[in-house]
């Protein structure tokens, strides 16, 4: 047997703003905010595969370290770039974003599909609200 652990595990998480109000309105605060989430995940061990940061919401597709559980997780990038964000003045009023998240699992063969979902954010939200989307997402996982 093989002294070697291997994992091949997925998640898509999703988060808002408090109150789902649009706070990261600028392109730059979106792409700070990408910046900081994106390093801080690479600091912590935490791979990431597809990040996009809209107004209102985060789509984040990662790597399940072994080390840390997706609640561990999210606290972790959600209280630390609230605290950035905050602490370096990217937005004014104060910024939070919303109580709880959600994740769906992914399996190998759909990380590129979810990816890509994600990369295209700015399209799909020409179509849809966030809300819609999110009810769209839960639909479709609790009807499979």
């Not at 801080?40 to 061990?45: I, R, V």
């Not at 990040?51 to 370290?65: A, G, M, S, T």
Request: net charge positive; charged share 30%; glycine share 2%.
């Amino acid at each position: 047997m093989s002294k070697r652990t291997y994992t091949a595990c997925y998640a898509h998480l999703v988060w808002g703003t408090k109150d789902r109000v649009p706070l990261l309105k600028s392109p730059e605060s979106r792409a700070a905010t990408t910046r900081y989430i994106r390093e801080y995940a690479e600091e912590k061990a935490i791979p990431v595969k597809a990040l996009y940061v809209n107004p209102d919401h985060v789509h984040l597709l990662i790597e399940l370290p072994t080390n840390q559980t997706i609640e561990e997780i999210v606290k972790l990038v959600k209280g630390s770039s609230s605290h950035w964000i905050n602490q370096n003045d990217i937005i004014k009023p104060k910024f939070a974003w919303a109580v709880g998240y959600a994740a769906f699992t992914v399996s190998k063969l759909n990380v590129g599909k979810v990816k890509h979902y994600i990369e295209k954010q700015e399209e799909h939200h020409r179509k849809s609200t966030f809300t819609e989307e999110y009810q769209k997402f839960i639909k479709e996982v609790e009807n499979r």
